[in-house]
């Protein structure tokens, strides 16, 4: 059972464009959201996370949409650029502490962003 | 540059062999994470360390055991390897403060491929 639904799988964009990845989840123990970032050859990054006390969290031209009633939440990449180009994954966690412990990710969304 | 080292980078193998992938965590981190990466079924959680203990388990094999050393570095052993096996295997680490409200984000390392033939 996939706790963690993420769509689109692919996803091109022009340059200047704005990135939307898609997440749903099923555990409302779930508590902590993050966001990697992986480029080929690496291993993922953390990018943003937010957790389920706020709506909208912004860092730069990330942004994360939560909707705890629907149980999804969203990234936005403003002005894509080609250097955004990689794999993201959304990822949730419900341990206790609202940490990092047994994260489950969704199954990733590779990114291109045009030129 | 994550700060947590993975080795090897590459590892090829026949079916039923055993291997030992190696993680050095970040300095001053307590928590060690398992996770295997494959085409179809995403970034899975196999298993967690804290400071020597295990802490969490996830979707682990029986063939497959890891342990936490003293100075804090980690071993995940596969067995009886199966052509199934073959993926990416990363390493993470965090503070992992137990604290509630504290965020312990997850830095990982550049990954073993593993590739049984």
């Known amino acids: 059972q996939q706790q963690v639904k993420q769509s689109p799988q692919s996803l091109i964009v022009q340059k200047g464009g704005i990135s939307i990845i898609n997440c749903a989840y099923e555990?409302?123990?779930?508590?902590?959201f993050p966001w990697y970032q992986q480029f080929p050859g690496k291993g993922p990054a953390l990018l943003i996370a937010?957790?389920?006390?706020?709506s909208e969290k912004k860092e730069g031209r990330f942004t994360i949409s939560f909707n705890k009633s629907a149980k999804q939440f969203s990234l936005h990449i403003m002005d894509s650029q080609p250097g955004d180009s990689a794999t993201y994954f959304c990822?949730?966690?419900?341990?206790?502490?609202?940490?990092?412990?047994?994260?489950?990710f969704g199954k990733g969304t590779h990114l291109i962003i045009q030129p | 540059d994550s700060g947590v080292t993975q080795t090897p980078k590459h590892l090829i193998t026949a079916t039923g062999q055993r291997v030992t992938l190696r993680c050095s965590p970040r300095?001053?981190?307590?928590?060690v994470y398992w996770y295997q990466q494959s085409l179809d079924q995403g970034l899975q959680f196999l298993i967690q360390?804290?400071?020597?203990?295990?802490?969490a388990k996830g979707n682990i094999l029986e063939r497959f055991s890891a342990q936490q050393f003293p100075d804090l570095h980690s071993e995940l052993n596969l067995s009886s390897l199966e052509l199934g096996d073959s993926a990416l295997y990363f390493c993470?680490?965090?503070?992992?403060?137990?604290?509630?409200?504290?965020?312990?984000?997850?830095?990982f390392g550049n990954g073993t491929r593993l590739t049984v033939t």
């Open positions: 993470a680490s965090s503070e992992q403060t137990g604290t509630r409200g504290l965020l312990s984000p997850l830095h």
């Open positions: 555990n409302t123990a779930f508590d902590y």
């Open positions: 937010i957790r389920p006390d706020v």
């Open positions: 990822a949730a966690s419900a341990r206790p502490g609202g940490g990092a412990d047994g994260l489950t």
């Open positions: 300095s001053g981190d307590l928590s």
């Open positions: 360390y804290y400071n020597g203990e295990e802490r």
